[in-house]
């Protein structure tokens, strides 16, 4: 099956950015839809971004637009989130999904990664 790994995270200062990235191994489509979700302490996993393999048709949630950019390589199999003007709010573990169906629901994806660390200091 699919395997997700993500890198890229870290420690950073409010203002700063960062790039997540997120390879994946083995069995591939390339109708699938990949997706960045995280989680802060003490909270519910939530949606962060997701984009279309085929296409590149991007959807994110409100609180990231305008700062954040999710993107793909088609020919490495690895999908990028470009995180800019962070915030401490942005703070959480980050992990790359993928699904064969378009969706922004947590549930609905098959496939994770183990998660990256992003922390963000005021």
């Known amino acids: 099956q699919v395997q997700l790994v993500e890198s890229g995270g870290g420690l950073v200062q409010a203002g700063g950015s960062l790039r997540l990235s997120c390879a994946a191994s083995?069995?591939?489509?390339?109708?699938?839809?990949m997706g960045w979700f995280r989680q802060a302490p003490g909270k519910e996993r939530e949606f962060v971004a997701r984009?279309?393999?085929?296409?590149?048709?991007?959807y994110y949630t409100d609180s990231v637009k305008g700062r954040f950019t999710i993107s793909r390589d088609n020919a490495k199999n690895t999908v990028y989130l470009q995180m800019n003007s962070l915030k401490p709010e942005d703070t959480a573990v980050y992990y790359c999904?993928?699904?064969?169906?378009?969706?922004?629901?947590?549930?609905?994806?098959?496939?994770w990664g183990q998660g990256t660390q992003v922390t963000v200091s005021s």
């Open positions: 999904a993928a699904t064969t169906r378009v969706s922004i629901v947590a549930g609905t994806y098959d496939y």
């Open positions: 083995g069995r591939t489509f390339s109708s699938s839809v």
């Open positions: 984009i279309l393999w085929s296409g590149g048709y991007t």
